[in-house]
């Protein structure tokens, strides 16, 4: 029978069970719309199939006047193919064909098993229902009936949040994909019955194409940030003859998307000669790490171009494993700069107490390399006493004192929550703050954009090789920009700072990150005119 939470007005089915011939019966194309055709592949589908096989038909139809199908379309496709089944009980309801609308239907139906895609459907139908009553009737019950029958067709179905991001899947369907409502619906029920996705995973996946997308519309609208201090650049850092001369940089921090696509990122077609080229690979997504190697020389190329000769490069990089085999990246970069004759005078160690969980037959990777690559051993410059007493938060990063110098140990360990008495017990621990993502949600959003960059840099990498080998008034490159970390740490420093990054998206928002950083702390502002 049908749900007790239809509302009173709804006509009512006769209670006399009849047997018809079902050659009689006709299938209500509502059924399909609303639910799709009988398939093999749904299991909900196989289930009925096996019980009216072994058991018949238990529970009538219900039908109209003239015997077409409200409730039990389903059924009758399962019976139209059984040789074995000629009649089926039914139950005749008052309605006329020409009754039978959406809402008459999905009331007439509010026992039958659903999935995830359908009860959103009948959520949002029976919200039309109301809405349309309400506006001509000015019916003060409406919202209370809507939230009853709602909350009905919920219970013990699906979560109020899964409902509403299906729907919301829905609306980003027709505007990203230009869908009717039809087939945003067809689309939906085939991700989810045929492809075997799961809400919460259909969901991110066309919500980061809608991100991407409107991003990018609004982007091509606004002007790259620039000021005599940040130099946003949109494009390739291969070649950055008309931005950069010789020798005029003094630190390139660079963290280079990694190998074996690792992460996604927002990423133009762009060619090394800056010209759009629709089957370029995202950086880091390259078949073989050879090839992966020579992509990132071309800009590690430009970077010794625009080096002075006191300078010094960084490059952040994960090592990784394919198919069972380590990848050796930090030793390949190393012998490719060393190719350009590049001198790697450290390789600090970046230590993570909660790195990426990985299942393989090694031990948990729990850190990674920042390389550091000078022209000239002699010459290139190094602050040793860029902290002070001041800096003392830093622990045992630093090594010695009164007898001895202190130094920064080569061994970074970030970040932990061993903690005793309110004291750190890690040993070389460096205390280290995780990117505010939550507020620079709200600072892009205030914008009109989405935050898509999954990777923020730490404020601390970029801070200790600026730190150490920069004065203020120096220049700052970051070739692989992206929300432009490093850009803070060089300005907080008093250096001049260009970014390149070959998203638009990145680049603009990035600008937008850069002025509200200036808004929030104008006692930098102010001591940088001054100097």
């Known amino acids: 029978m049908r749900s007790k939470s239809c509302i009173p007005f709804i006509s009512k089915p006769m209670d006399k069970v009849e047997k018809i011939n079902k050659r009689e019966l006709r299938l209500n194309p509502l059924s399909l719309k609303i639910y799709g055709e009988f398939s093999f592949q749904n299991e909900l ?46 139950i005749y309801s008052d309605l006329n064909d020409d009754q ?17 895609i359908q009860i959103a459907r009948e959520y949002e139908m029976i919200g039309r229902h109301y809405k349309s009553r309400q506006g001509v009737k000015k019916d003060k019950d409406g ?89 946003i650049i949109h494009g390739s850092s291969t070649d950055l003859s008309k931005y950069l001369k010789d020798q005029t940089i003094d630190c390139v921090p660079s963290s280079p998307p990694y190998f074996n696509a690792v ?23 390259e078949e073989k790490p050879e090839h992966y190697i020579e992509r990132l020389m071309k800009t590690l190329r430009e970077s010794i171009r625009v080096l002075k000769d006191t300078g010094s490069i960084f490059v952040n990089v994960q090592d990784h494993t394919r198919d069972g085999v380590l990848m050796n990246m930090p030793y390949r970069i190393i012998q490719a700069m060393q190719n ?60 010695g004192g009164e007898d001895k110098k202190r130094q920064i140990r080569s061994v970074l360990i970030y970040p932990t929550n061993n903690v005793k008495d309110g004291i750190s017990i890690a040993q070389g621990l460096i205390q280290t ?31 200790i090789c600026i730190l150490s080998t920069t004065d203020r008034g ?5 070739v692989y920009s992206g929300m432009a970390t490093t ?34 702390n104008q006692h930098l502002v102010k001591r940088n005119e001054i100097n």
Not at 61 to 86: A, C, F, H, P
Not at 265 to 283: C, G, L, V
Request: hydrophobic fraction near 35%; charged fraction near 30%.
């Open 263 to 285: 992460r996604n990122y927002q990423e133009d077609s762009i060619q090394d000669n800056n010209q759009e080229d629709p089957n370029t690979k995202q950086m880091g997504h």
């Open 340 to 399: 350009e004759g590049m001198i790697n005078v450290q390789n600090i160690i970046w230590y993570k107490i909660n790195p990426l969980y990985q299942s393989r037959n090694t031990f948990q990777p729990s850190n990674e390399y920042i390389l550091h690559f000078v022209k000239d051993v002699k010459k290139y410059k190094w602050r040793s006493d860029w902290f002070g007493s001041e800096d003392e938060f830093l622990g045992d990063i630093t090594y």
């Open 474 to 478: 120096d220049s700052i490159l970051d």
């Open 45 to 90: 589908d196989i289930v009925l199939l096996r019980s009216i096989i072994l058991e018949g038909i238990k529970e009538p139809l219900i039908i109209t006047k003239s015997k077409l199908v409200i409730s039990g379309n389903r059924r009758l496709q399962v019976i139209i193919n059984d040789k074995s089944i000629q009649e089926v009980p039914v």
């Open 100 to 116: 039978v609308d959406e809402y008459q239907f999905i009331t007439h139906n509010i026992q039958r098993v659903k999935n995830e």
């Open 433 to 463: 703050k995780v990117i505010n993502n939550h507020y620079l949600v709200k600072v892009l959003k205030r914008r009109g954009y989405a935050l898509q960059h999954n990777a923020l840099f730490p404020l601390e990498i970029p801070m």
């Open 143 to 231: 919202k209370l009936n809507t939230i009853t029958e709602r909350g009905s067709l919920l219970k013990n179905n699906s979560s109020l949040t899964t409902i509403k991001r299906v729907l919301q899947s829905k609306r980003m369907l027709m505007e990203l994909e230009g869908f009717t409502e039809e087939e945003a619906w067809e689309h939906l029920i085939d991700l989810r019955v045929n492809q075997k996705k799961e809400v919460n995973t259909f969901f991110k996946q066309i919500e980061s194409e809608y991100q991407s997308t409107k991003n990018e519309e609004k982007s091509l609208k606004e002007e790259l940030y620039k000021d005599e201090y940040f130099q």
């Open 487 to 520: 850009g803070i740490v060089a300005f907080a420093h008093g250096c001049k700072y260009y970014g390149v990054d070959r998203s638009r998206v990145y680049s603009v928002q990035a600008g937008i990150r850069i002025q509200d950083f200036l808004e929030n």
